[in-house]
């Protein structure tokens, strides 16, 4: 039987409304995670999404599978991004490699929140927040071994991709930070030379 908060109102579905508020939640909880506005809490995020708790709760366990929810979602919107950009890409490794460091570093430029997310040194204090940093390495090492093998013959592309993962995670927080002050375009110039150097030597 239907129950009373999934009834019709205004031609909008009770699902459809739940789902709204789930988008209402995601986006505050983003801002917050990401240090744009007040404390990432369940108060925090029920006060900027407007809601009350009771519907916090209707979607989310705790404060942390929020947390869980939006990095995962910024990591599959980059994870989506990059792919479909070396798919597209000419089959060379330097086009392939340069498509996908373009688009990563641009969805990290066109949204600080992202950046934040993926390097910011006071969320990595947050062990929710660590371990899935932890995760999509381990994802993007993954990924990039899978791609290396394409190209090249080496039997533990795992060892390149792990220097080159780490070391790109390195030199995006610095250039976010502005402590490494290089023009977007030079700055993928120069990380798609590093790695298809590394590449040569696998």
Not at 164 to 184: F, H, K, R
């Amino acid at each position: 039987m239907e129950t009373r908060s999934l009834r019709v109102y205004g031609g909008v579905t009770g699902q459809d409304r739940r789902s709204d508020r789930r988008a209402q939640l995601l986006a505050a909880g983003y801002d917050l995670l990401a240090g744009v506005g007040g404390e990432f809490s369940v108060r925090g995020v029920c006060k900027q999404a407007g809601l009350t708790a009771r519907y916090f709760y209707e979607n989310f366990a705790d404060r942390d599978a929020l947390a869980v929810a939006v990095y995962d979602g910024v990591i599959e919107d980059i994870v989506t991004a990059t792919l479909a950009a070396v798919d597209a890409a000419p089959a060379n490794a330097r086009a392939k490699v340069g498509a996908g460091l373009a688009v990563l570093v641009s969805r990290i430029r066109d949204d600080p929140r992202r950046g934040r997310l993926l390097f910011a040194h006071d969320l990595g204090a947050t062990p929710v927040v660590a371990r899935r940093r932890v995760e999509s390495t381990r994802r993007f090492v993954r990924l990039l071994a899978g791609q290396a093998r394409a190209f090249h013959d080496d039997a533990r592309p795992e060892v390149a991709a792990e220097l080159l993962v780490g070391g790109l995670a390195q030199v995006l927080t610095a250039w976010l930070d502005g402590d490494l002050v290089i023009s977007e375009s030079d700055l993928v110039c120069r990380c798609t030379d590093y790695f298809v150097a590394v590449g040569r030597l696998v």
